[in-house]
Nanobody, 127 residues
């Protein structure tokens, strides 16, 4: 099992930056692909970014590509989401998730492939 705890959310002005972190428990963190998803009020939980076990592959939603960067540190059991040039549409609760995968290059964008989720951290972007 993996337990995930997000941090780093808050209030930021449009055009600003924010860095989200996710700390994972357990000794097999490197066996999991990691993802970030977000959910705005009244909307579905949407894919934001994913990173493979080896960090060799990264995928982004079109809406955040070139603004957000996902990274991981397997030695520290952490994954980060650097958010730059944020926009009001980025306002949501952001969730960290873990997916057990066999291949080192796999990084799912489908939320149903993720078995473990954090409690979420609120990000609010003011205009």
């Amino acid at each position: 099992q993996v337990q995930l705890v997000e941090s780093g959310g808050g209030l930021v002005q449009a055009g600003g930056s924010l860095r989200l972190s996710c700390a994972a428990s357990g000794r097999t963190f490197s066996s999991y692909a990691m993802g970030w998803f977000r959910q705005a009020p009244g909307k579905e939980r949407d894919f934001v970014a994913a990173i493979s076990r080896s960090a060799g592959n990264k995928y982004y939603a079109d809406s955040v590509r070139d603004r957000f960067t996902i990274s991981r540190d397997n030695a520290k059991n952490t994954v980060h989401l650097q958010m730059n040039d944020v926009k009001p549409d980025d306002t949501a609760v952001y969730y960290c998730a873990a997916a057990f995968v066999l291949g080192p290059s796999i990084a799912p964008a489908n939320k149903y492939e993720y078995a473990y989720w954090g409690q979420g951290t609120q990000v609010t972007v003011s205009s």
